[in-house]
């Protein structure tokens, strides 16, 4: 069974994208103030997947198994 993630639940609009810089005023920095801390956190995590991509199948420790033999 494959764990929900965020990102799943999200579409990305690839057309329409803008490019600015952030200064203390700016109303993106306004908007995420006004979000409690988890609503903040679950954006990080969006934008993490949206980077660096999310695969269920690396995200567990690897599993080795190793014989020696008895001398």
């Known amino acids: 069974m494959r764990n929900k993630l965020p990102l799943d639940d999200f579409k990305m609009d690839k057309t329409a ?7 203390a005023e700016s109303d993106e920095i306004q908007f995420w103030l006004s979000k409690p801390p988890a609503e903040r956190l ?17 995200a567990r ?7 020696a033999e008895l001398l």
Not at 42 to 58: A, W
Not at 61 to 67: A, S, V
């Open 42 to 58: 679950l954006g990080v995590e969006i934008m993490r997947q949206m980077l660096y991509g999310y695969d269920p199948s690396t």
């Open 17 to 23: 994208f803008s490019v600015s810089s952030i200064d």
């Open 61 to 67: 420790l690897q599993r080795i198994f190793e014989t």
